[in-house]
């Protein structure tokens, strides 16, 4: 059918509906979006008191691209391997997250590690690694030749990772968290699951995402919170399976509230029920919620959130 004809044929429907509902329809690019009154409300008052997060000092960020992690990401036992074969191999070898590993707030790590022959950064005079360096480490991705030799992802010679401008960044503080979230059954107070790092661990590109820059403590707090899952569903595309696919395209549009000392010390407090609950007392505070916008927001916390 003709875009004119449908946009026509909406824009009829949805007068009707709100005329018999008492609902407010909405259009853009991609879909109708029909509120109610209270949602209507605090669309308006989150939208007009947030800062787009794409707005804030933080750069968003895929994880490690390896191209092949069954060569580049190691457990515990071959990491000791590889050093007792020979010491320098520890140079490049850290510690890497997988996007089932982040919690809220932190993270469970699988002692799992990555082979860093990294590609070097042209821009600050950061040469590749050589292989020829690490004895060791060659003969163990020699094993895999077949496979890192014909990969897209790969840097100057096929033992080398491709390019990572932010590759200095993984060593900072960060959010870090999994491409795609779910709401585990009659576990909702474990969503979201945004966690914090600042030991200069790795995160796999194929299942996570990391913000670095400034306010991060701050930032996490608001997506932590009860407000900040419902923003999720707000903004955040909703697989047909009920998964949150947290790509930086959706994240980067939430308004995240003015920022607050109050808050970030929160989150730098050992977390219990008490201090989740003051963290979302202040996050009320800050989007000005009153009390039936924040019932309604506690109400859908209770349910599983589809769009």
Known sequence: MDREILSIFYSNYSSVFVRQQGKFCSFNSDSWVILS????????????????????????????????????????????????????????????????DIKRYGYD??????????????????????????????????????DIEKRVDQGDTPYNLRNCAYMDDFSKQKIVWAETMRIHKGDSNNFPRFGFEESGKYVTDKTCFFATGKQIKFIIGVLNSIVGRYLLSQYVSILDDGGYLMQKIYLEKI??????????????????????????????????LKKDEITFIENVKNQPLQR
Not at 48 to 74: C, H, M, S, V
Not at 255 to 269: F, G, H, N, R, V
Request: net charge neutral; no cysteine.
């Open 37 to 100: 009154d209270i949602e209507q409300r605090i669309k308006e008052k989150i939208e007009r008191i947030g800062t787009p997060l794409k707005n804030w000092d933080i750069q968003i960020n895929y994880g490690i691209k390896t191209g092949f992690n069954e060569a580049f990401i190691i457990d515990e036992a071959k990491r000791i391997e590889l050093i007792e074969q020979d010491p320098t191999s520890d140079e490049i070898i850290r510690p890497i997250l997988r996007g089932r």
């Open 109 to 146: 790590f699988a002692n799992l590690w990555l082979i860093n022959m990294h590609n070097g950064i042209k821009e600050k005079g950061i040469k590749p690694i050589d292989i020829k360096d690490y004895p060791a480490i060659k003969k163990h991705l020699d094993n895999f030749w077949k």
């Open 255 to 288: 308004p995240i509230a003015p920022y607050s000392s109050k808050l970030e010390k929160l989150i730098e407090k050992k977390r219990n029920d008490k201090t989740e609950t003051e963290i979302d007392n202040v996050v009320y505070q800050l989007y000005n």
